[in-house]
């Protein structure tokens, strides 16, 4: 069975840096695309960063304050965002697009 588990959220001071966790299970996240998106209150879910498979067992893409990353050997996926503004408020979730499946989502509040 395919299943998505984030962890990592909670409150956040700006400027604060956060890494959230996006643990796989039924599937190997490395033969697999990859992706976090965001849904702030009130507007849809929007694409924060995505990952492709590769040859290698762990993979690093920045995107500006968000750095999505892969261990294949954690079987695990990663968001890291630096820096964070208000703006960065909303419920992270992990997507695989080939199995359509999203995780349960983790709720990141940026406030002072």
């Known amino acids: 069975q395919v299943q998505l588990v984030e962890s990592g959220g909670g409150l956040v001071q700006p400027g604060r840096s956060l890494k959230l966790s996006c643990v796989a299970s039924g599937f190997n996240v490395g033969a697999y695309d990859m992706s976090w998106y965001r849904q702030a209150p009130g507007q849809a879910r929007a694409l924060v960063a995505d990952?492709?498979?590769?040859?290698?067992k762990r993979k690093t893409v920045a995107r500006g304050r968000f750095t999505i990353s892969r261990d294949d050997d954690e079987n695990t996926v990663y968001l890291e965002i630096y820096k964070v503004k208000p703006e960065d408020t909303g419920v992270y979730f992990c997507?695989?697009?080939?199995?359509?499946?999203w995780g349960q989502g983790t709720q990141v509040t940026v406030s002072s």
């Open positions: 997507h695989v697009p080939s199995f359509a499946t």
């Open positions: 990952i492709g498979s590769s040859g290698f």
